[in-house]
Nanobody
Framework: QVQLVESGGGLVQPGGSLRLSCEASGNIFRRSTMAWYRQASGRKREWVAFQTEGGYTDYNEPVKGRFTISRDSAKTKVYLQMTNLKSEDTAVYYC??????????WGQGTQVTVAS
């Protein structure tokens, strides 16, 4: 059964850092490009960063230079290291395959709140 479990969110001050983790069960994820997405209140879900099976990464413009996506060697976990956080990074963060149109189910996400 496919399952995604995100963790690591919390309340952090502007300029702070957080590391999000995603545990992905199911062989499909090992062979897939994996991404982090986020959805702020009242806004559509947007992609944040993705990493291909081969290790290529790309980032959405608002987070370039501040966020880093990575995967463990077994490709069952996906991480998002977030630094220099801004209030506009406040959102619920999800991991899933990329692009999102190929996603069949979503986890509950993890809330990130950036506030002083």
């Amino acid at each position: 059964q496919v399952q995604l479990v995100e963790s690591g969110g919390g309340l952090v001050q502007p300029g702070g850092s957080l590391r999000l983790s995603c545990e992905a069960s199911g062989n499909i994820f090992r062979r897939s490009t994996m991404a982090w997405y986020r959805q702020a209140s009242g806004r559509k879900r947007e992609w944040v960063a993705f990493q291909t099976e081969g290790g290529y990464t790309d980032y959405n413009e608002p987070v370039k230079g501040r966020f880093t996506i990575s995967r463990d060697s077994a490709k069952t976990k996906v991480y998002l290291q977030m630094t220099n956080l801004k209030s506009e990074d406040t959102a619920v963060y999800y991991c899933n395959v990329f692009p999102s149109r190929d996603a069949t189910s979503w986890g509950q996400g993890t809330q990130v709140t950036v506030a002083s």
